[in-house]
């Protein structure tokens, strides 16, 4: 054999050895101790079933539970209720008043050149009952303002600053104007697309899925595929937490019953302007009525039209009627404290307000978190103790601006003051189904605890040894 094959074959076995003993050891672990720990982790990992996760997701997707509704509550009761079967440690529910958004009612007319009344709403399937609930709101975004207004319309293709300027360079001037503009191509946060329609002046913004980045160009639709159908709307909130995360009254502090708060003229990431999702079969209607020059190419959409940029020949009339007041949001904790590091925390957790349903975003991840803290709980009463603090977390009012989370940190200084020291790791679990099932369907199409979990495990070193008798606050 020659010597470089012989060489060759040589590193190939070495590789190969270490590969075969990578499988029975950890990295910072001694031999004993991997092997302690590999055969806890076959323990947890036997645990969940996806039955039984399936079971826990028809419960949190059973009713539309956005933040601050009476659904949303009790489902804070039934995580700590179930969180205290398990054994889970110390579960208590913390109220805090934030600034709240909820709709009272939205509506859009085209009264030129034709009159349209927009539907607002999303169709029913027999295919999936669900869509046929009562409790399904009509369209609207959380944070927009209340407003009553008549005014001529322009595309503004996906809303970021470079659009306009394109508009102007054709003199188009959307000052006091309602834009419309697409979700995608290129994506950018709605948050965004709101905050520069309102630093140009604009007096509001709709924001529709177009069938070219969410619909049958993409291939086929709900309830034959994963893409959007002719009425799909993306809810979603426009706070500008890119600028400040949270409660935007409470900036820097934790929003506990009795804070202070900012007047919403003060807030930074409260926006100042109306707000509307449409479906593509509510904004079709509008766009082929446009005048004004045709759009560039690659602002042209997945719909049978000539996309224009108008500005002139169809007008409005939007009426949105918001409440957006100071409610109480219920976040959920619950912990396992650690037999030796008690100080040292994971903070693991995910959210459990919906724009409807959740059924993805977060429903999914809540019933794998369920599961996941049921196995904890269960190696608990076997004496299984994980080596620092697990912090559990089920947080309210993410979908309204990183709320629930962001206030808990605010309220544990020690999160954001002293990370490095304590704070080992933060992991969510928002979504733990294949993101190609939109979040429009609910269905529960797989079944998974996610692979983060081993991770999780391995930073907590889950042990039998004997706990510190010592409260951690």
């Known amino acids: ?46 645990i969940p079933s996806p039955a ?58 085209m009264i030129a050149p034709v009159s349209y009344k927009a539907t607002l709403r999303e169709a029913a399937y027999k295919e999936d009952p669900d869509t046929s609930n009562p409790g399904i709101s009509s369209a609207w975004t959380g944070m927009s303002t209340s407003g009553d207004i008549t005014a001529s319309l322009v595309y503004a293709h996906s809303g970021n600053p470079e659009d306009y300027e394109l508009l102007r360079k054709n003199g188009i001037d959307v000052k006091g104007k309602i834009v419309i503009v697409r979700y995608s191509n290129p994506y950018s946060y709605r948050g965004f697309k709101a905050l520069t ?17 969410d619909g049958f160009k993409k291939g086929k639709v709900f309830p034959d595929g994963p893409w959007g159908p002719e009425t799909h709307i993306q809810r979603g909130a426009i706070t500008y937490d890119f600028m400040v995360p949270g409660d935007p009254l409470t900036p820097g502090w934790a929003s506990v019953p009795g804070a202070r708060h900012l007047s919403p003229e003060e807030a930074t990431s409260l926006p100042k302007i109306m707000a509307l999702p449409l479906s593509w079969a509510d904004a079709k209607p509008l766009l082929d009525n446009m005048d004004g020059p045709d759009a560039p190419e690659d602002w042209q959409g997945g719909l049978p039209i000539k996309y224009r940029l108008g500005g002139e020949r169809v007008k409005l009339h ?65 004496g299984v103790r994980p080596r620092r603090t ?23 200084r020690w999160l954001t003051s002293t990370w490095t020291h304590q704070h080992q790791g933060r992991t969510s679990m928002e979504a733990q189904l294949d993101h190609s099932h939109q979040c ?34």
């Not at 429903?363 to 996941?372: D, K």
Request: glycine share 6%; charged share 30%; hydrophobic share 35%.
């Open 1 to 46: 054999m020659p010597l470089k094959s012989a060489r060759a074959l040589l590193v190939c076995i070495a590789l190969l050895s270490v590969a075969v003993g990578a499988q029975d050891s950890i990295r910072g672990f001694s031999a004993e101790a991997g092997r302690h720990e590999m055969q806890v982790e076959k323990q947890f990992k036997a």
């Open 52 to 109: 039984e996760e399936r079971r826990q997701h028809r419960i949190f997707t059973s009713e539309p539970h956005p933040a601050g509704s009476k659904r949303n509550n009790e489902l804070a009761k039934y995580v700590a209720d179930e969180w205290r079967k398990q054994g889970i440690e110390d579960v208590v529910i913390r109220q805090y008043d934030v600034y709240s958004t909820d709709p009272k009612s939205t509506s859009l007319e």
């Open 197 to 213: 329609a309102q630093r140009e002046g604009a007096a509001a913004i709709l924001i529709y899925s177009d069938p070219a980045e």
């Open 318 to 382: 939007l009426k949105i009627e918001m409440d957006n007041s100071i409610k109480p949001y219920y976040v959920v904790e619950g912990r396992i404290r650690g037999a030796e590091l008690p100080d040292q925390w994971v903070v693991l957790g995910n959210h459990r307000d919906a724009w409807v349903f959740g059924g993805v975003d977060p429903s999914s991840g809540t019933a794998s978190m369920l599961e996941m803290t049921r196995a904890f709980g269960t190696l608990l009463k076997q």
């Open 390 to 412: 697990i912090l559990f977390c089920n947080w309210d009012g993410e979908e309204i601006g990183l709320t629930g989370s962001m206030t808990t940190s605010e309220r544990r």
């Open 440 to 473: 429009w369907s609910k269905r529960l199409a797989a079944s998974r605890i996610p692979r983060v979990l081993l991770s999780t495990m391995r930073g907590t070193r889950l042990d039998k040894r004997r706990q510190k008798k010592r409260t951690v606050q």
